[in-house]
């Protein structure tokens, strides 16, 4: 497959007009019109991913993070970004990015992450616009953004929901701000994958009792217990690694014939003592 054609198949899950303006996304390196028979997906296209990309023969690297985000002056082997880059063009290997434009799609990211906590009647927790979806009956604007809200299925402690998100994802422990201030069950709760310190306004805003997501700081934490809603921190990682069964699920329904998947082990940045 052509990876201008894989890349078509990518934007009709993900489109690129989803992402933040802020953000990098697309195909970040490589030829458009390489043939794509590998492809290798990781959430980061750090050394150990592209070590393991170029050691299997991977055509594609698959990645949720960017591998550029800022600018570069230079490409050479003085700065660790810019050495990686040259790596996959020596190999032939394209690299092609999913970020915000992922976090924010219908069906993506946050709508998964939602699915995994069993959530009901969700909604968009911070709407960014409105794109066209395919449904049963037709073409339909559907609102996009960052994160979502729903409702448990059965109300719960904080303590008993931090245990419940950290068995669903798979997470060695979680961080709670605010369970002291919550004494009472709760069953409305937002949930937004990757570093949501940004995510507590709109969230209060929303009326959630509970936002799960990643890399609150002291301040932000506190911020949130003192308006009365929780936050339990489950990391940057934690909720975003599912990206890796979500892709490979989905290449091998729409391209599984065309294409070999290979997709990183799970294996969080951090050391946990």
């Not at 009901?120 to 979806?133: A, D, H, S, Y």
Request: glycine share 10%.
């Amino acid at each position: 497959m052509q990876c201008s054609k894989l890349i078509e198949i990518l934007e009709k899950l993900a489109p690129a007009a989803c992402a933040c303006d802020w953000d990098n996304v697309g195909l970040l390196v490589g030829r458009s019109k390489k043939e794509i028979k590998k492809v290798y997906i990781a959430l980061d296209g750090d050394e150990r991913a592209i070590e393991e990309a170029v050691e299997w023969g991977a055509d594609l690297l698959l990645t949720h993070h960017p591998i550029i985000f800022k600018p570069l002056n230079r490409i050479n082997d003085s700065d660790f970004i810019a050495e990686r880059l040259i790596k996959l063009i020596q190999n032939d290997i394209c690299c092609y990015a999913m970020h915000t434009n992922f976090d924010a799609a219908p069906g993506c990211m946050a709508d998964a992450a939602a699915g995994i906590l069993g959530l009901t009647q969700t909604e968009v927790l911070e709407i960014e616009g409105t794109v066209k979806t395919d449904t049963t009956e037709g073409f339909t604007e559907t609102a996009y953004g960052i994160g979502k809200t729903g409702y448990l299925e059965q109300p719960v402690t904080v303590r008993e929901l931090a245990g419940l998100v950290k068995e669903r994802f798979g997470l060695p422990f979680v961080t709670i701000y605010g369970e002291q201030d919550i004494k009472e069950s709760v069953t409305f709760v937002g949930i937004s994958p990757g570093a949501g310190s940004s995510m507590i306004k709109p969230a209060l805003k929303a009326g959630v009792e509970v936002l799960i997501t990643g890399d609150i700081g002291h301040h932000s934490g506190t911020d949130a217990a003192a308006n009365h809603m929780a936050v339990i921190d489950a990391g940057h990682y934690g909720l975003e690694y599912l990206f890796l069964d979500y892709m490979e699920d989905f290449l091998k329904k729409k391209a599984g014939e065309e294409l070999e998947i290979y997709k990183a082990d799970v294996r969080f940045p951090e050391t946990f003592l």
